[in-house]
């Protein structure tokens, strides 16, 4: 997204698809289409430019987005920076409890788990059964995860704010 405009990439160029005011954060869907986040509205865009406002995620318009990532399942989870996680599935919006409010990084595992990085209660793991904080194994947390991804070979890593790189197995 630059400005204000939606863009694919083809016949190597960037082409303008649609247009959407305020777009703060955007990310891959598995349809050839992306989802992207206003202050307060989650939009689908699918590659022809038609745009879906699947409605508000949030009431207020001052908290910025700072992750976003399309599950396996097709579902969107939505993390803010003051206003914790959000999950979208099936046109309902709900908000997902978690150890601190700033969620700074998402992502899932082999398993479809969800892996949030918050910007003061360290690394959520959220499953189907709750969420677990998950502390490294000299138990000081790491409180301000930043980046979260997963290896080939299923080892998670974690990148801190003060430059910690982790590892879980």
């Known amino acids: 997204a630059k400005g204000n405009q939606i863009s ?80 979208y599935y099936q046109s309902h919006f709900e908000r997902i409890e978690t150890s601190h409010s700033s969620i700074l990084s998402l992502t899932e595992d082999r398993e479809g788990d969800l892996w949030a990085g918050t910007g003061g209660g360290g690394l959520d793991r959220i499953t189907r059964s709750g969420i677990r904080l998950e502390s490294p194994e000299n138990n000081q947390v790491q409180s301000q995860v930043q980046s979260i991804c997963q290896d080939s070979r299923g080892v998670l890593w974690c990148a801190t704010q003060n430059g910690t790189l982790m590892k879980r197995v």
Request: hydrophobic letters at 40%; one cysteine or more.
């Open 8 to 87: 694919f990439f083809r016949n190597g160029k960037f082409q303008p698809v649609a247009s959407l005011e305020g777009v703060q954060y955007i990310a891959g869907a598995h349809t050839n289409a992306v989802w992207a986040v206003s202050d307060t509205d989650l939009f689908f865009c699918d590659e022809n430019g038609n745009v879906q406002d699947c409605g508000a995620f949030q009431k207020t318009s001052n908290v910025k987005t700072a992750s976003l990532l399309e599950g396996r399942d097709g579902s969107v989870w939505i993390g803010t920076d003051r206003n914790g996680l959000f999950h």
